[in-house]
């Protein structure tokens, strides 16, 4: 594609990654696609594969899935992620911050009257088989749900109830899942993000849902 520009750039950045780039980078990245250097293809691949992206709009769409089973708005969804890279900056891992999602998330109406009558165990291989489409071995579900109570103390500034514990452990699977890239919340997040992106690359303007 010739004479990219550095708006499409911008738009396809900020689509992915919920906030804009410099200008500086826009530019720079519009001259080596239009130089033959670089793709969008490559660019969307690289976003998405970015560290930046696993702690911030990864997390944010896929949870936000997970926990309410909406996909979420471009406002909830640039919230969600800007509040991520709040706590990324603030000195948590990437592998933290899909925890502390889940522990906050599992706190509404949606989830706790699916999973408040259920225990621990049962929570555990339910939600391994829609993370991964698999049931969980009984040797792996008994020690995932073991791991329950911990979690739910382990970040006692957000909670400290069972129920946060199990969205602990739930962000804690979707994040493994999302780095080994398996299961359908990985497939239908980054499929989604692409598409929006190519949509934001042609037209220029970030995507809005």
């Known amino acids: 594609m010739s004479d990219v520009t550095s708006n499409q750039v ?20 519009a001259a080596q696609i239009d130089a033959g250097a670089l793709t969008e293809a490559q660019l969307e691949a690289s976003l998405l594969g970015s560290q930046q992206a696993m702690y ?14 909406v996909t979420p708005t471009t ?17 948590e891992s990437v592998a933290n911050i ?5 522990l906050e998330f599992a706190h ?9 009558g259920v225990s621990d165990l049962t929570f555990t291989q339910d939600v391994y088989q829609l993370v991964f489409g698999a049931a969980p071995t009984a040797a792996i579900a ?8 911990a979690l739910a103390t382990d970040f006692p500034q957000f909670s400290t109830d069972d129920m946060g514990g199990r969205g602990a452990l739930y962000g ?11 299961g359908k919340f990985y497939s239908a997040a980054n499929t989604y993000l692409t598409d929006q992106a190519e949509i934001a690359f042609q037209t220029g303007v970030a995507a809005d849902n």
Do not use: H
Request: aromatic fraction near 14%.
């Open 10 to 29: 911008a738009a396809d950045y900020q689509t992915i990654l919920q906030v804009a780039p410099s200008s500086a980078y826009a530019t720079s990245v």
């Open 75 to 91: 406002a909830s969804l640039t919230m969600v992620s800007n509040y991520a890279t709040g706590l990324f900056n603030a000195g």
């Open 108 to 116: 509404n109406s949606t989830f706790e009257n699916l999973y408040s």
């Open 142 to 149: 008994n020690l995932l749900a073991s791991e329950i109570p």
């Open 98 to 102: 899909w925890s502390i999602l889940g």
């Open 56 to 69: 911030s709009s990864l997390p944010a769409l896929i949870e936000i899935d997970a926990f309410y089973g």
């Open 172 to 182: 804690a699977l979707l994040y493994y899942a999302e780095t080994n890239q398996m």
